[in-house]
């Protein structure tokens, strides 16, 4: 189900909770509303649609792809960024990413993954495991 916004900067600054299999249903409202903003939105994490667990959604390159409770587990190649958020008003602000990430998340088995990614989709995922961790760009 397509879920409204949340832009409560409190709300948002609060760090997320581990996810478990219970929470599957958010990752999927929380699909379908990323699918329903694709023009202006390429990842979104549950706080924006108002549930504080540690789940992500986003484009990655053309598939869409679901991660529950993601940590980065390493980065490399720091550049600065300017960023967007549809639950933040206002222009897009400047703030720090890198440019090749690995990611441990676990999928809608609950099955742990490890993978590294780059440029967009590395982007794309950092923005949004900070939203999980309380950090607004």
């Not at 909770?17 to 929380?30: C, I, N």
């Not at 202006?40 to 504080?52: K, L, T």
Request: proline fraction near 4%.
């Amino acid at each position: 189900m397509i879920k409204e916004l949340v832009h409560d900067p409190i709300f948002l600054g609060m760090r997320s909770e581990a996810a478990t299999r219970e929470d599957v249903q958010v990752a999927r409202d929380l699909l379908e509303t990323l699918v329903a903003h694709k023009d202006g939105c390429v990842g979104m994490a549950a706080n924006m649609i108002g549930v504080r667990k540690r789940i992500i959604v986003f484009d990655n390159e053309g598939t869409y792809m679901t991660m529950f409770n993601p940590e980065i587990l390493k980065q490399a190649g720091p550049y600065d960024a300017e960023e967007g958020c549809l639950s933040l008003l206002g222009g897009p602000r400047k703030c720090k990413r890198y440019q090749t990430i690995k990611v441990q998340w676990q999928n809608e088995q609950f099955q742990t993954r490890i993978k590294t990614f780059t440029g967009w989709p590395a982007q794309i995922i950092q923005h949004e495991v900070d939203h999980c961790n309380g950090v607004l760009i």
